[in-house]
């Protein structure tokens, strides 16, 4: 089972930054956070992921709390494009090993609006 | 650099068939794996393979097996098609690492 909760679907606006939040209380210490997307009837597109620190990258910024209970992800200027679902995932980094499988949860579907 | 390839990418079959889904992973990496997505139970893991062998197994029915060729393009085979199975099948590659790239998958209904 999917070891993280985030709402069901939000709503932002063209232009404006998207918040989404993640929950996942029961983190372990040696796991990350990852975020993917769907786009509709795409393939998952990784975006970013992280264990403790902030982090950032071209396409969103990953905001960890310090306790690593929740984060959020921010998509700082929303475009129609980034309508699409959007996963939270915790697991443990997997460098060469052979735990090749993410557990994706619903996930958050995100809508732009102009 | 080419992304994942899925072939074909749309398939019509009926109850008792069987079917092969073909993947052609990002130059360079070795390991594949196969989910199955439908609106019913979200993306679940199948199988993932690292040269040539199956390494991790998700909770799927023998009628779904799989393999992977020296050059690490996979294929997926579904035997005795039941409707249930109608779903998008997705491939992904990645490195070492946990940053796996999907393709565009391949929508397989059964009739």
């Known amino acids: 089972d999917a070891k993280t909760t985030q709402p069901p679907s939000m709503d932002c606006a063209e232009g404006r930054a998207a918040n989404l939040p993640c929950n996942h209380s029961?983190?372990?210490?040696?796991?990350?956070v990852y975020w993917y997307r769907q786009i509709h009837s795409q393939g998952p597109q990784y975006i970013i992921h992280?264990?403790?620190n902030n982090e950032t990258n071209e396409m969103a910024s990953l905001i960890i709390t310090e306790d690593r209970k929740s984060s959020t992800l921010i998509l700082p200027h929303a475009t129609l494009r980034d309508t699409a679902v959007y996963y939270c995932?915790?697991?443990?980094?997997?460098?060469?090993?052979?735990?090749?499988?993410?557990?994706f949860g619903k996930g958050t579907k995100l809508s732009v609006k102009p | 650099k080419a992304g994942v390839t899925q072939t074909p990418r749309y398939l019509i079959k009926t109850r008792g068939q069987q079917v092969t889904l073909s993947c052609s992973p990002i130059?360079?990496?070795?390991?594949v794996s196969w989910y199955q997505q439908t609106p019913g139970q979200g993306l679940q893991f199948l199988f993932e393979?690292?040269?040539?062998?199956?390494?991790n197994k998700g909770n799927f029915p023998g009628r779904f097996s799989g393999r992977q060729f020296s050059n690490s393009r996979s294929e997926m085979n579904v035997s005795t098609l039941e409707l249930g199975d109608s779903a998008l099948y997705l491939c992904?590659?990645?490195?070492?690492?946990?940053?796996?790239?999907f393709g565009p998958g391949t929508r397989l209904t059964v009739l």
């Open positions: 029961t983190i372990s210490g040696n796991e990350y």
């Open positions: 393979y690292f040269s040539e062998t199956q390494r």
């Open positions: 992280g264990l403790k």
């Open positions: 995932i915790v697991r443990v980094a997997d460098y060469g090993g052979s735990q090749g499988n993410l557990i």
């Open positions: 130059s360079g990496h070795r390991s």
């Open positions: 992904a590659s990645r490195r070492d690492d946990n940053e796996q790239f």
